[in-house]
Structure formats: C-alpha cells, structure tokens
C-alpha cells in the first residue's frame, strides 16, 4: 500500500498568495486614506516629543473632517491631535483634572448655599 503524497498535501501555494493579495490591498487602502498624511505627521510629532526639547515638533496641517475613503484612520486623529497637544503642554493636565473636580464642588456649594 503506497501513500501518494500529492493528495494530502494542501495547497499551500494558494493561500500565500491569497494572504498576499490581502495584505496589499490593505495596504493599497491604507495609501488612499485621506487621513493618511495627517496621522503619519502627527506620529512624528509623538517621535520629536519623547526625544526631547532640542528636537523640533513638526506642526501638522488638520485635515478636514468627515472625508470618505480609506480605512478609518479618521477615528486615529482626535485622540492623536490630543495626545500631542498634552505632551506639548503638560500643565493641562492638573488643569484639567481641577476643572473636573471643582466645577460639580462649586456648583454644589453654590446650590446648597443658595437653598438655605
């Protein structure tokens, strides 16, 4: 009883190929996204941040908002335009967490005060 290896083996060819095709037309989606120059600036922005003050920030032209195409990377830039704007400014942060807290304090100290 001979084994003919031919038919067990899978069609390996076939799925790498498959895989690739998939592989560059996600990439061919990612090149159109509109996004695409803002988020590839702003990471940069990120790199020059965490290097330190003698590297220069890049400053980023804003894309406009509600452009179609691409893969999504719209829902990538408000988060990223923020991270950047705390790291240049880190005083926001404390400013921030005070806004938060104070203005529901003040608030209820302003109505308790006003119901006696």
């Known amino acids: 009883m001979t084994l003919d290896r031919r038919k067990k083996r899978t069609p390996i060819r076939t799925?790498?190929?498959?895989?690739?095709?998939?592989i560059a037309y996600t990439l061919a989606s990612i090149g159109q996204d509109p996004y695409l120059s803002e988020v590839a600036c702003r990471a940069a922005q990120i790199v020059a941040l965490r290097k330190g003050p003698p590297c220069p920030v890049l400053q980023c032209t804003r894309t406009?908002?509600?452009?179609?195409g691409g893969v999504g990377l719209a829902a990538a830039v408000k988060p990223l335009r923020?991270?950047?704007?705390?790291?240049?400014?880190?005083?926001l942060v404390p400013?921030?967490?005070?806004?938060?807290?104070?203005?529901?304090?003040?608030?209820?100290?302003?109505?308790?005060?006003?119901?006696?």
Do not use: D
Not at 15 to 22: E, M
Not at 82 to 91: E, F
Not at 96 to 105: D, H, Q
């Open 82 to 91: 923020a991270y950047v704007t705390v790291k240049k400014h880190p005083a």
């Open 64 to 68: 406009a908002p509600g452009l179609p």
């Open 15 to 22: 799925s790498v190929f498959s895989g690739l095709a998939g």
């Open 95 to 116: 400013l921030g967490i005070a806004i938060a807290v104070g203005l529901p304090v003040l608030l209820g100290y302003y109505l308790g005060k006003r119901a006696r």
